[in-house]
């Protein structure tokens, strides 16, 4: 039997847990990965974190799993991880003098009454679940080393009644920084993207052929994105990005697909054809073929009898 994830609720605790000097300021910090003992000693199979986690890794040579799915580092990149997600983390410990990197660690509380608070929550890359982290160019890199380096020194000076506002700007500023970096990853990645779009495509035609439709309905978004193991959210935007449609927009455009072939190549009825592709109303599937097609399924069918 698994051993369940070790909860660990404050940043004292996480900094105890991996040998760290405790934290200067209680709800947050920023260690360099270089001054952490690895393997922490005894070291949790898995973790799940109370609080928001920023991780720039320079190098990183141990296995990484953010949920279900294992992360691949490569040169100069970030994970964002928000509160209550499970981390795996597993390596030999003749590889953790090359664990280079920072990161930087936020309880919730901080926020508390703050705009940022409600802000960080759209952020859709905390729901990152693709197999790669967010890149990250050399000159961002020093930016953001730069900010995290800024608010380490507001950790350790003496508060003031300014000090809470400085460190919310400079966080304000990181998770712009991380929003510019994974709003890019889906203008540079069509090679990527037009392979994942493959494999949506494979998944679906599996599903339609499964004979599911009747029954079950068209498949949720969230069906298909953890077929591909990814979130709703970057599903949605990567095929914006790639099609101009939502990822409700693609299904429907697949169904009318497979309802094409079946009437320009089958004697099935049309009542017959909406309710195979899971339509409690033939209403409603001929008003959503004229919509994409321009003609009714009558009037297309027709133009291949003529």
């Not at 990965?33 to 920023?54: I, K, L, N, Q």
């Not at 495509?201 to 193991?229: I, K, Q, S």
């Amino acid at each position: 039997m698994p051993t369940p994830p070790v909860h660990i609720t404050t940043i004292a605790d996480y900094h105890r847990r991996l040998g760290l000097p405790p934290p200067a300021h209680p709800l947050l910090s920023v260690s360099r990965f270089e001054d952490m003992p690895w393997p922490p000693a005894p070291a949790p199979t898995a973790v799940v974190h109370h609080f928001y986690s920023f991780a720039l890794k320079k190098t990183f040579h141990a296995r990484l799993k953010y949920g279900q799915q294992e992360v691949d580092f490569t040169e100069g990149v970030l994970l964002c991880m928000a509160p209550r997600q499970l981390l795996s983390i597993a390596g030999p410990p003749e590889t953790a003098a090359s664990h280079r990197g920072w990161l930087l660690l936020v309880h919730p509380d901080l926020l508390q009454q703050a705009p940022l608070a409600k802000k960080i929550g759209q952020y859709e890359y905390f729901a990152y679940q693709a197999h790669e982290a967010l890149h990250v160019s050399e000159a961002e890199q020093r930016l953001l080393v730069g900010l995290l380096e800024q608010i380490a020194h507001e950790c350790r000076t003496q508060p003031d009644k300014l000090s809470r506002a400085v460190v919310l700007a400079q966080l304000d500023l990181l998770l712009t920084y991380a929003e510019r970096c994974y709003q890019r990853q889906f203008r540079t990645r069509q090679a990527g993207g037009q392979q994942l779009l493959g494999r949506l495509e494979e998944v679906l035609a599996d599903y339609f052929a499964g004979n599911r439709l009747p029954d079950e309905g068209l498949p949720p978004v969230t069906y298909l994105a953890e077929a591909l193991h990814l979130s709703p959210n970057y599903l949605s935007r990567l095929l914006k990005t790639l099609t101009g449609q939502s990822t409700k927009q693609f299904i429907l455009g697949k169904v009318v697909e497979v309802a094409k072939e079946q009437l320009s190549t089958t004697t099935l009825s049309i009542n017959e054809i909406a309710y195979g592709l899971g339509f409690a109303h033939p209403q409603a599937f001929s008003k959503l073929f004229k919509s994409q097609t321009q003609v009714s399924p009558r009037q297309f069918r027709q133009s291949f009898l003529s």
